[in-house]
């Protein structure tokens, strides 16, 4: 949310569309910092393993799919060896979403899609410039972020601190603040 509200061009957005666009994104944005910052999932004391939450009896052969599915996605991003810029492009592709349902200016998020793809290929191109299939190799990893949908990733990794709070709830709370 942070990171969000401090992209001037985010906050250029109608607020009711800053706060669609964080809802949608959320689950991606949250793997692309853990991808980024080598968050730990064999050791992360973030995640709830079913055996340490209440209600989640029977689907342990769930938890360990999902985590093995954010393993590899883990995986492809770190054989790539993403950069800083590369991630900050990456998430803003991500929240920009003009196909997202509500939105009251789609097109100037699809304006900022466009931006954040440009300056991702210009930093591919003046940084990697012996890698030309490195601009399409990082955006076919984006869909992988959705391989675990984002209920299972507040189950995974929030349910113990939240509860039963919806995360749209509590990031709505935070944007307001």
């Known amino acids: 949310v942070k990171w969000a509200k401090n992209l ?27 991808i980024q910052w080598s968050l730990p999932l064999d050791s992360c004391p973030l995640l709830s393993l079913p055996d340490l939450c209440p209600g989640m009896q029977g689907k342990t052969s769930y938890t360990s799919l999902d985590l093995r599915l954010l393993q590899e996605v883990f995986s492809r991003f770190k054989t790539l060896a993403v950069d800083p810029t590369e991630f ?23 304006n900022l899609q466009d931006q954040s ?18 601009f399409g190799k990082l ?26 709070t919806p995360m749209e709830k509590l990031l709505c ?3 307001k603040n």
């Open 88 to 110: 900050a492009c990456l998430k803003a592709i991500v929240l920009f979403k003009p196909e997202t349902r509500g939105l009251k200016d789609p097109e100037q998020v699809e």
């Open 173 to 175: 709370d935070m944007f």
């Open 139 to 164: 955006l076919l990893l984006l869909p992988s972020l959705r391989f675990v949908n984002s209920e299972r990733i507040e189950l995974l990794f929030f349910h113990r601190t939240i509860g039963n």
């Open 8 to 34: 001037p061009v985010f906050s250029n957005l109608p607020f009711r569309d800053q706060v669609i666009l964080l809802e949608e994104a959320w689950s991606e944005l949250f793997l692309l910092c853990s």
């Open 117 to 134: 793809q440009v300056m991702l290929g210009q930093h591919i191109r003046s940084h990697y410039p012996g890698q030309p299939a490195r």
